[in-house]
């Protein structure tokens, strides 16, 4: 299962709340690139730039591909690139995790750790380009206000049903 949506959509802590519901793997795709370049994801984006980072996180996200019971908490934008959605929904379900602006905004300081938030107007633009591509996910939650027990639980349901 892949959980996908913008930054600070929850992605990573409703993965790990889930994988321990399901006594399942969790694995967080910007911590695996952060772990493999042995630097933070703002510092991969000023030292090599976006396309360097998007190439890792690509090979970070294709050593998931096939692997069984796992959550991945997949990077902002990792769903946005087709290559890597068309992966993501061959190998298993896709979970949009749907937040309205105003929350993540909220949630996401714009203080240079996340590299894409720094500035506003870019940040609001990256988010409406980027649910295009949320929107082709087999499942959609709204995350806006549902707590993450709520979302674990609705994932439940739904892997039950």
């Known amino acids: 299962m892949y959980l996908v949506g913008f930054m600070a959509a929850g992605k990573t802590t409703v993965a790990r709340a889930l994988a321990r519901r399901l006594d399942w793997e969790a694995v967080d795709i910007d911590e695996r690139v952060e772990q493999r370049e ?14 360097y980072f998007r190439a890792v996180e690509r090979g970070v ?7 069984p019971h796992l959550v991945v908490a997949t ?3 990792t769903f946005a690139d087709a290559q890597n959605r068309a992966a993501i929904k061959q190998d298993g379900v896709s979970v949009w995790l749907d937040v ?12 240079g750790r996340r590299p ?9 633009r990256l988010y409406h380009l980027r649910r295009v591509a949320y929107e082709q996910a087999h499942l959609r939650l709204d995350a806006g206000r549902a707590g993450v027990d709520a979302l674990v639980e609705q994932l439940m349901d739904w892997l039950n049903a």
Do not use: N, Y
Not at 38 to 47: D, G, L
Not at 61 to 67: C, H, N, S, V
Not at 100 to 111: F, H, S
């Open 116 to 124: 894409l938030a720094a500035d506003r107007a870019g940040f609001e």
């Open 75 to 77: 990077g902002g934008g």
């Open 38 to 51: 042995r630097m933070t994801v703002a510092e991969i984006f000023a030292k090599h730039g976006e396309s």
């Open 61 to 67: 996200l294709f050593e998931q591909i096939g692997r």
């Open 100 to 111: 309205p602006l105003d929350r993540l905004i909220a949630r996401v300081p714009a203080d």
